[in-house]
C-alpha cells in the first residue's frame, strides 16, 4: 500500500493536534486532572456524576469544555455552512456500542485523547493503551473492509439537530447557578474561563481540520493515508513539551489509570473497536453532535451512561487495580461487538 | 494521478463502498485511489476516492452499474 498525505489540510490537522496537546498541558497546570487536562470521555463521566448518575463525588463536575468545545464547533459548523441536522444510522445500536466503549475507557482511564495525554506526561502504561488502540481500530478496519456499516443517516428536523444544544446550555447553566441538586466536586478544575477559552477554540478547530484520534489510525491501515495521524502525533508532541516546559512532567512514572499491559491492551482493544465502528472517536462525536448529528449525540450519551455503569458496577480502575467485574466487562464487550461487527455487514 | 486543478472527489455511503469503488474502477484501468476526505468535503465514513475529471463520465458509468450508491461528487 503507498502511503499518502494532503499536505495543506495536514498542516491544519497537525495545528489543531498541537492545540489540543497544549491547551490540555496548560488546563492540568490551572487546575485540571493530570494527564487529562482535556478528556472527552472522562469529562462525559464526571458530568454524569455532576447529574447524580454515579456517586464518585471526586469525578463529579459539570466539565465547561465538552459545552465550549460543542458550541465552538457548532458556531464553526453555522458560519461555514456545515450545519446539518442528520440522524437515524443504527441509533440504539450507537448507545450500546458507546456505552460499551466506556467499559474499555474506564478499565483503562483513557479515551484516544487521554492516552495520547498520558503517554505525553511520561506514563509508559500508556504504550500498552496504544498498542490495544491500533489492535482494535486494526481489527475494526478488517470488519470495514468486509462490508460493516451501520446504515446511513437521513437529514432531520432542526429541532433534532438542535436538542443536544439545549440539553448542554441547560448544564452551563446548572454549572453557573450551583443548586443543591447538583454535584460539583471543589477538586481538579481549571478556572471556568479558561476551559472555555481552550475548548472553544478547540471545538472550531476540531470541526475545520475533523480532527480524529481513531481516525487518523483508521485511515493509516486502510487506505495508508497519514494525514488524520499526524493529529495524534502532534498532539502528543506539543503536550509532551508543554508538560516539560510547565515542569509537570514525570517520565517513566506511572500516576493515573491502570499500569497492567495485558489488561491496558485488551481494554483499549475494545475502544479502537468500538469507536471505529462509530466513526470516530468521543473528541470527533462530539464535534458530529455539535453539526446537528443525532447519532453522533446518542453515542455520548451512551459513554456517559456506559461511564455511570462503570463506577456504579465497579467496572471501573479504582483505588490502584481494575476488579474482576471490570475485566468480565472488557472480555463481554469485545465479545458483543464481535457480534455487532459480524451481524452489521452488507451483503453486496 | 490527478492534478491540483483536474481531480474529482466522490464520496459514498461508507467504507465499503469506497473500497469497492476503488477495486472496481482500478480494475476497469482508471487511474484512482482511496483518499481522507478532504477538509472542505462531508464524507460520512471520512474516507473518498479521488480521480481524474476526463474520467468521471466512465467513473459514474461503472459505479452506477455496480450499483452503488453515489453520495456526492465534488472539485478536488
Redesign the interface.
Known sequence: MRLKIARSDTLWVAAAGTFAGAGAAVLTYFGNPVDGGISIACFSRDIAGALGFHQVIEFSYLRPEIIAIAFGAALAAVVKGGFQPAGGSSTLLRFFIGMICSFGIFAFIGCPMRVGLRLAGGDPAALAGIAGLAAGIGIGTIFLANGFSLGKSAITSRTNGLAFHFFLAVLFILLIVKPAFITLSHQRHAPLIASLAAGGVLGILGQRTKLCFIGGFRNAFLIGDLTLLTGFVFLVISALVTNVLLGQEHMGIHIIGSADIVWSFLALTVVGLASTFLGGCPFRQLILAAQGNTDSAISILGLMAGAAISYNYYFAFMADSLDRNGKMAVIAGLLVLFIIGVYNRKKT | MAGKHDGRIMTF????YV?KAEKLLQKEGIAV???????HI?S????CIRFNLSDEERVRRIIVTA?IEINGVYDE
Request: with cysteine.
Open positions: 455511503h461508507g467504507t465499503y473500497l485511489e482511496a483518499i481522507a476526505a478532504p477538509r462531508s460520512d465514513c471520512g474516507i450499483s
